[in-house]
């Protein structure tokens, strides 16, 4: 069964496999004791430890292993914020981060901190400047991932980097995305990163902190690991992420070569055998493995079941697959097409035919999800008015115009209405459509874009929000 999910957790690479195994024999013993069995144990730890480093791009005693990388993003965050308190209590993130970034500013501005998100483009990458512009003399910490987990979007850390050096505030970098294919170029401060993500065991992650950063561990005090992740390390499960982290960046070059091509084919293709279908992202500074589109008229749960069931596993984005029914923050903050959303990421090693066999299963899935959900036959170019036969009882007339009333029913019900209803009005009528699902905030505007409708704005209404649409061709 092809697995298209590697963003989410890559499959354990067999260089892993062999190192936990390996390990679970000679890393068993506490590191920090001085018999044969402690100073084997500290052995392999400090072996996986220049491994990383060396991978990272720093040194041995600036990286510390932790539990997870959700744990790196926390104790990367709240040390450097605590140890730059007495600058200010300022922290700026972008508006794509990780959730674990957004928590974590979430909670520092609960406790009475400030906070600045910076926007993205319909790309999903933020502009150099508008980060220079976010920075203030109470700046504490700025945080900017490397390359985005839902879209591939890599963004320009290097140049913030320089920015954020000028104004003498630390850039923190979630590089959890990108490792696997190179370190982080630039003058970052504090990196944060996790194993399973480049094929390493769960349970794993990496924690960066260069020398001269301010920065002043959370909670009491420990020994182990410069006392940024209290515990006993985990030796055999780090050893396997320092040598799947190796093995997979001597395979990089070669392997983002391969995958970026079926990629590619992906981009170029799904565009051609799916109607109505937003490919997002940026096309060309992006992760080689990682492609996400989206389908107009669809319900993204039932499309994802129904590639579970033709034996593919991939990932979304709608609102409608997540318990709560919002959209993805990333598609949000640029703007694009959320129902119908699909992110896939090919792990190391994809077949070329497996790639070929998403593409044939893609058609007839959206065409049969659409089918069942009653949506207006797809076309090129505007609605006309034959597809707009059946729009309901919802639909009144007057004045020319009509209303919509989708209140109570979720994604992508309200879009599929409006494109069945604008076909009844002649150009420059007026749809409003009736809604109080949190995704017709976005999708309606994007249906629009892609349908070359006018969309008029929002309004409050009893029960939800009133979207209106003027039929412009």
Same mark, same amino acid.
């Given at each position: 069964?092809?697995?298209?999910?590697?963003?989410?957790?890559a499959?354990l690479?067999?260089v892993?496999?062999?190192? %936990?195994?390996?390990?679970?024999?000679?890393?068993?013993?506490?590191p920090?004791?001085?018999?044969r069995?402690?100073r084997?144990?500290r052995? =392999?730890? +400090?072996?996986?430890?220049?491994?990383?480093?060396?991978?990272?791009?720093c040194?041995?005693?600036?990286?510390?292993?932790?539990?997870?990388?959700?744990?790196?993003?926390?104790?990367?965050?709240?040390?450097? #914020?605590?140890?730059?308190?007495?600058?200010?209590?300022?922290?700026?993130?972008?508006?794509?981060?990780h959730?674990?970034v #957004?928590?974590?500013?979430?909670?520092?501005?609960? @406790?009475?901190?400030?906070?600045?998100?910076?926007?993205?483009?319909?790309?999903?990458?933020?502009?150099?400047?508008?980060? *220079?512009?976010?920075?203030?003399?109470? &700046?504490?910490?700025a $945080?900017?991932?490397?390359?985005?987990?839902?879209?591939?979007?890599?963004?320009?850390?290097?140049?913030?980097?320089?920015?954020?050096?000028?104004?003498?505030?630390?850039?923190?970098?979630?590089? *959890?995305?990108?490792? $696997?294919?190179?370190?982080?170029?630039?003058?970052?401060?504090?990196?944060?990163?996790?194993?399973h !993500?480049?094929?390493?065991?769960?349970?794993?992650?990496?924690? @960066?902190?260069r !020398?001269?950063?301010?920065? @002043?561990?959370?909670?009491?005090?420990?020994?182990?690991?410069?006392?940024?992740?209290p515990?006993?390390?985990?030796?055999? *499960?780090?050893?396997?992420?320092?040598?799947?982290?190796?093995?997979?960046?001597?395979?990089?070059? $070669?392997?983002?070569?391969?995958?970026?091509?079926?990629? +590619?084919?992906?981009?170029?293709?799904?565009?051609?055998?799916?109607?109505?279908?937003?490919?997002?992202?940026?096309?060309?500074?992006? =992760?080689?493995h #990682?492609?996400?589109?989206?389908?107009?008229?669809?319900?993204?749960?039932?499309l994802?079941?129904?590639?579970?069931?033709?034996?593919?596993?991939?990932?979304?984005?709608?609102?409608? &697959?997540?318990?709560?029914?919002?959209?993805?923050?990333?598609?949000?903050?640029?703007?694009?097409?959320?129902?119908?959303?699909?992110?896939?990421?090919?792990?190391f090693? &994809?077949?070329?035919?497996?790639?070929?066999?998403? %593409?044939?299963? %893609?058609?007839?899935?959206?065409?049969?999800?659409?089918t !069942?959900?009653?949506?207006?036959?797809?076309? @090129?170019?505007?609605?006309t008015a034959?597809?707009?036969?059946?729009?309901? $009882?919802?639909?009144?007339?007057?004045n020319? +115009?009509?209303?919509?009333?989708?209140?109570?029913?979720?994604?992508?019900?309200?879009?599929?209405?409006?494109?069945?209803?604008?076909?009844?009005?002649?150009?420059?009528?007026?749809?409003?459509?009736?809604a109080?699902?949190?995704?017709?905030?976005?999708?309606?505007?994007a249906?629009?874009?892609?349908?070359?409708?006018?969309? =008029?704005?929002?309004?409050?209404?009893d029960?939800?929000?009133?979207?209106?649409?003027?039929?412009?061709?």
């Amino acid at each position: 069964m092809p697995y298209f999910d590697a963003a989410s957790s890559a499959p354990l690479h067999p260089v892993a496999r062999q190192a %936990l195994q390996a390990s679970l024999d000679e890393g068993w013993a506490d590191p920090a004791r001085l018999y044969r069995e402690g100073r084997r144990a500290r052995l =392999l730890l +400090d072996a996986a430890r220049e491994a990383a480093a060396e991978a990272v791009g720093c040194r041995p005693d600036e990286l510390s292993f932790t539990g997870s990388g959700t744990q790196s993003v926390h104790s990367g965050i709240y040390g450097s #914020l605590s140890g730059r308190r007495r600058v200010g209590r300022h922290l700026v993130v972008s508006s794509v981060e990780h959730s674990s970034v #957004l928590h974590s500013a979430a909670s520092h501005e609960a @406790a009475g901190g400030s906070l600045t998100e910076v926007a993205v483009d319909r790309t999903g990458r933020v502009s150099p400047e508008a980060y *220079a512009a976010a920075l203030r003399p109470d &700046t504490a910490l700025a $945080a900017l991932q490397s390359a985005n987990h839902e879209v591939g979007t890599l963004q320009p850390v290097a140049e913030v980097a320089e920015l954020c050096r000028a104004a003498e505030v630390p850039l923190f970098v979630d590089a *959890a995305q990108s490792l $696997a294919w190179g370190p982080v170029e630039g003058a970052w401060s504090i990196l944060a990163a996790s194993a399973h !993500k480049w094929g390493g065991p769960a349970g794993v992650g990496l924690l @960066a902190v260069r !020398k001269g950063v301010r920065f @002043a561990p959370q909670g009491p005090p420990d020994e182990r690991e410069s006392g940024r992740a209290p515990g006993f390390e985990n030796i055999p *499960a780090i050893v396997a992420a320092a040598a799947s982290l190796r093995a997979v960046r001597a395979e990089a070059e $070669a392997e983002a070569a391969r995958l970026r091509d079926l990629v +590619d084919l992906i981009r170029a293709r799904v565009v051609e055998v799916v109607p109505e279908v937003e490919v997002v992202g940026d096309p060309v500074r992006r =992760l080689p493995h #990682l492609v996400t589109f989206s389908c107009l008229y669809v319900d993204g749960e039932t499309l994802l079941h129904e590639l579970d069931r033709a034996e593919f596993s991939v990932s979304s984005g709608s609102s409608c &697959t997540s318990s709560t029914l919002t959209p993805s923050h990333v598609l949000r903050a640029m703007g694009v097409l959320s129902e119908g959303n699909v992110r896939v990421s090919l792990p190391f090693g &994809t077949p070329a035919e497996d790639v070929d066999r998403f %593409l044939d299963v %893609l058609t007839w899935v959206v065409t049969a999800v659409r089918t !069942k959900l009653g949506a207006p036959a797809a076309a @090129a170019g505007p609605v006309t008015a034959s597809e707009a036969a059946g729009a309901g $009882a919802g639909a009144a007339a007057g004045n020319g +115009d009509l209303t919509v009333d989708s209140l109570g029913r979720l994604c992508p019900i309200p879009v599929i209405e409006l494109a069945k209803a604008i076909g009844d009005l002649p150009v420059g009528g007026v749809v409003t459509v009736l809604a109080d699902d949190e995704a017709a905030r976005l999708d309606i505007p994007a249906w629009c874009e892609m349908r070359d409708q006018e969309y =008029l704005g929002e309004h409050p209404v009893d029960g939800g929000t009133a979207y209106r649409v003027r039929r412009r061709s």
